[in-house]
């Protein structure tokens, strides 16, 4: 089992940043890839970022604009989202989740966190 906890949400201006961490203890970290996913209200969850156990290989929605950017630490294991240039529609619940292959698809991922709540204010 591996056990994720999300940290760093809160309310921002558009225009802001926010840098999420999610923090997982239980098995080795290094073995697995991570995904942040988020969910807004009476929406699917959906997909945002990933990245690779090796670290290497990231995929995002946002690309090529990089307003969202994936990163790992696995002597922390933690891994981190930055936030920037934040638009009012990217307010919802963002969920980390660990999986043996870094995807874009939810069922890849077999252990999630219980999220935490972005609020971006125009």
């Known amino acids: 089992q591996v056990q994720l906890v999300e940290s760093g949400g809160g309310l921002v201006q558009a225009g802001g940043s926010l840098r999420l961490s999610c923090a997982a203890s239980?098995?080795?970290?290094?073995?697995?890839?991570l995904g942040w996913f988020r969910q807004a209200p009476g929406k699917e969850r959906e997909f945002v970022t990933a990245?690779?156990?090796?670290?290497?290989?990231?995929v995002s929605i946002d690309t090529p604009k990089g307003r969202f950017t994936i990163s790992r630490d696995n002597a922390k294991n933690t891994v981190y989202l930055q936030m920037n240039s934040l638009k009012p529609e990217d307010t919802a619940v963002y969920y980390c989740?660990?999986?043996?292959?870094?995807?874009?698809?939810?069922?890849?991922?077999?252990?999630w966190g219980r999220g935490t709540q972005v609020t971006v204010s125009s």
């Open positions: 990245i690779s156990r090796s670290g290497t290989t990231t």
């Open positions: 239980g098995r080795t970290f290094s073995n697995y890839a």
């Open positions: 989740a660990a999986g043996y292959y870094s995807s874009s698809r939810r069922a890849q991922y077999d252990y």
